[in-house]
């Protein structure tokens, strides 16, 4: 009777540790093919470098986005040190790396309206970091080659045998638009290429954001790397639970933490503030409460 008592218990305990053990490894990496993956990336593949890092390194915290995107759309009439401020001032729970997209409301709002997207964009590149890299370098080659991607007054375009696109000037990043339905297609007879993908939104980046990033952020493309904040990305799917970037320039609000009450005032951007840079023209200033203003060039 004792034995098969100590048998059942045995059995008891093994079980509980299986199931821990599973829930630990969680559920397996994702696999995606080729063929998708340049589809994943295809809308983000033609942005300069350091954004292009930066959203990718977001895209792997699915759960920030949406509320990022909408402190970013309330709070899009500050700029520069006066952002950076309200930033760190509000002390946001949202890691750095998607504090870092708040100059850009404009991509968080890409981000936010297709999260099935971000989410797979995050989930592939946690799992498989040098195949995402591969494909958007399959991409811009494809876009280089029909001429559609080249370098112009805003963006240095290199030839290879990695493709890098870097801003002219690095505290001004631009938001390229783009159709991936016409730019890494044959373009048809008589079609002007050099207006394929336009150039008219950037964000004015400068020393401010230095602390989320911005200062030393890039792509080691042959060592298939991501740098932000002058440190290699290791998030990976095996370690996403605990792995945390450094970042000492950023205070992360600890367990229990709650915010302080908003200082600022919320304005949402107007319809055509929104429509602007999706359409990649410079956005409109227009009069609000508070004065004049414009979106950060």
């Known amino acids: 009777m004792l034995r ?7 059995l008891v305990v093994w079980t509980g540790l299986a199931a821990a053990s599973a829930f630990a490894q969680g559920p397996p990496p994702p696999s995606f093919p080729p063929q998708q993956l340049d589809q994943l990336v295809a809308r983000i593949a033609l942005y300069p470098d350091p954004l292009l890092a930066q ?4 895209a792997t915290y699915p759960n920030d986005i949406p509320p990022a995107a909408q402190w970013a759309d309330e709070h899009h009439y500050l700029t520069g040190q006066a952002l950076a401020n309200a930033i760190q001032g509000d002390q946001l729970p949202w890691d750095p790396s998607v504090q870092a997209l708040l100059p850009f409301p404009s991509v968080l709002d890409m981000m936010n309206s297709d999260m099935r997207w971000t989410t797979d964009l995050g989930n592939a590149f946690l799992a498989q970091q040098q195949d995402v890299m591969d494909a958007v370098q399959r991409q811009r080659a494809i876009a280089q ?4 991607l ?4 805003q963006i240095l375009v290199s030839g290879g045998p990695y493709i890098t696109i870097a801003p002219v000037n690095p505290g ?4 390229p638009y783009y159709d991936p339905a016409v730019v ?3 373009p048809r007879p008589g079609f002007f290429v050099g207006g394929g993908i336009r150039f008219g939104f950037g964000v004015s980046i400068g020393g401010f954001f230095a602390p989320w990033g911005w200062g030393g952020v890039r792509f ?5 790397g991501v740098f932000l904040n002058g440190a290699r990305w290791d998030r990976r799917w095996d370690n996403r639970a605990v792995y945390v970037h450094p970042y000492p320039g950023i205070r992360r609000p600890g367990p229990g933490f709650v915010r302080p009450a908003e200082p600022h005032r919320l304005e949402p951007r107007s319809a055509p503030e929104r429509s602007a840079p999706r359409e990649g023209r410079a956005a409109p200033r227009e009069a609000h409460r508070g004065g004049e203003r414009g979106e950060r060039r």
């Open 4 to 10: 098969k008592r100590n048998a059942v218990v045995a």
């Open 55 to 58: 959203v990718m390194a977001a």
């Open 145 to 148: 080659r029909y001429g559609y």
């Open 150 to 153: 080249r370098s112009n007054g």
């Open 172 to 175: 001004y990043v631009v938001v």
């Open 184 to 186: 890494f297609f044959a």
């Open 220 to 224: 080691d493309w042959g060592g298939h």
